[in-house]
């Protein structure tokens, strides 16, 4: 019997499928390509940068919009890549990009809002949503392109819509927008006065040799957007939770109001570390390149052993399509039956869909891991494959 006392949003919400799918790995011994992480640590620079910054500076509380250092770290690091002209003031520093989100997500939506929320989708945008007051209304991707159906998203707004999440580019897919896309976002925002919410964590994690493009920086778009990044994705340090929003100061301004009562500050001595990273352009570079060269070792090792995998130019994942792989398994059988059965801990995607009927044919695969481990997971899924006949 559940607690009256509980909030019955989160007494029946499932343990999110990351969690879950780790668990199992640990469970079973299982390489675990699941949940989205690097084995190794960050680069050392950025180690010898915190232990530097926690013997030499302030363990105390930093300011609730993150330090000096690395708010105006985040404005140039946008400038130099990105060509956006920013400030210490558009900054607010926060504990990992999904607070970000949830901060953005407080201070815009109000009770009886509707948000756009395409699927597949990161599985906690729903949950902020609706803890809210909100709604989500899903707009659902088709592989394998996964191109953003903008007439549909048109056709979903009411007088009720409030704002629109995009994650670009998009996890679990590897997707990035185009311009023609972002175009139409940004003219459909504007048309309708919606706030949009870019989840741009995997901006630097691209492997098509592009820079990264934000809707930010369309027509009509600066005061209203909040787009949100992640030094954990950037780093490979996803246990430091150092993300941070960015937004015309006005609006940064409110929604760092939100952020001040959710974690309030972020360690310094891992901003200090951050700001420091942020102008090492050589540094990141060469982790991106890393994580190419796994990415490679194991698209390589799918298509030796005819894995059918969909398109994709970015994020740490790619994914693989079952019925076309030989498998007559759906992605939940299929992911909980490969981490027991073959060792090798996967993502469906089918856990982050909402909405209309989800592809259950496609699971996601994490590539920023060891050459031999990625290697060794593609052979012993292919064993499994044989043994299933």
Known sequence: MIDPHLHPLYAQMPTTIFETMSGLARQHGAINLGQGFPDGPPPAALAQAVARAMAERSQQYPPMAGVPELRDAVAEFYARRQGLALSREHVIVTSGAT???????????????????????????????????????????????????????????TSRTRALILNDPLNPTGTVTTAAERAALAALCVEANLIAICD???????????PHASLLAEPGMAARTIKIGSAGKIFGATGWKVGWLVADPAVAAVVGRAHQFLTFTTPP?????????????????????????????????????????LPGSATWFSCIDLGQ???????????????????????????????????????????????????????????????LG
């Open 200 to 210: 741009e964590v995997w901006e630097v994690v691209r492997f098509d040799g592009k």
């Open 325 to 387: 792989s030989g498998f007559a398994l759906d992605d939940q059988t299929f992911a909980t039956r490969a981490v027991a059965e073959a060792g090798v801990a996967t993502i469906p995607l089918s856990a982050l869909w909402e909405g209309p009927p989800a592809p259950r044919h496609i699971v996601r695969l994490c590539h920023c891991k060891p050459v031999a481990m990625v290697e060794e997971a593609v052979e012993r899924l292919a064993r499994w494959r044989e043994g």
């Open 99 to 157: 607070e970000a989100v949830a901060a953005a997500i407080l201070a815009t939506v109000q009770p009886g809002d509707d948000v756009l929320v395409m699927a597949p989708a990161y599985d906690a945008y729903a949950p902020l949503v609706r803890r809210a007051g909100g709604t989500p209304v899903f707009v659902p991707l088709a592989p394998p392109e996964w191109a953003i159906p903008v007439e549909v998203l048109r056709a979903a707004i």
């Open 269 to 309: 001595m891992l901003q200090w570390a951050v700001a420091e990273g942020l102008a090492d352009d050589a540094l990141i570079d060469g982790q991106v390149a890393d994580w190419s060269a796994s990415r490679t070792a194991l698209l390589g090792a799918l298509a030796s052993a005819g894995f059918a995998t």
